[in-house]
């Protein structure tokens, strides 16, 4: 079993930015490739971000792209969403997770992933 904690959500206005930390135990992290998740009320779980077990590649959803950089601490066993130039669109739950794959490709689906955190609430107000 992996336990995945997020924390670093909060309420920011437009523009602004955050940085999401999940820390995760249980398992060598270094053996996951690790993703971030978000789900607005009413909406489906969509992807946001991907990074493999090296930190060497990445993915992104095209919504956040030059926007968020996903990074990794595998000394720390934590993974990070730095969130830049905030939008009331971004507002919603993120999650992050976790999959155990020697190959890397994207993940950009929820059903792909082994491992959830129990989300963290981000609220940018216009």
């Known amino acids: 079993q992996v336990q995945l904690v997020e924390s670093g959500g909060g309420l920011m206005q437009a523009g602004g930015s955050l940085r999401l930390s999940c820390a995760a135990s249980?398992?060598?992290?270094?053996?996951?490739?690790m993703g971030w998740f978000r789900q607005a009320p009413g909406k489906e779980r969509e992807f946001v971000a991907a990074?493999?077990?090296?930190?060497?590649?990445?993915s992104y959803a095209d919504s956040v792209k030059g926007r968020f950089t996903i990074s990794r601490d595998n000394a720390k066993n934590t993974v990070y969403l730095q969130m830049n130039s905030l939008k009331p669109e971004d507002t919603a739950v993120y999650y992050c997770?976790?999959?155990?794959?020697?190959?890397?490709?994207?993940?950009?689906?929820?059903?792909?992933?082994?491992?959830w955190g129990q989300g963290t609430q981000v609220t940018v107000s216009s």
């Open positions: 997770a976790a999959v155990r794959s020697p190959v890397w490709r994207s993940f950009r689906e929820p059903h792909e992933y082994q491992y």
């Open positions: 249980g398992h060598t992290f270094n053996n996951y490739n």
């Open positions: 990074i493999n077990w090296s930190g060497s590649s990445t």
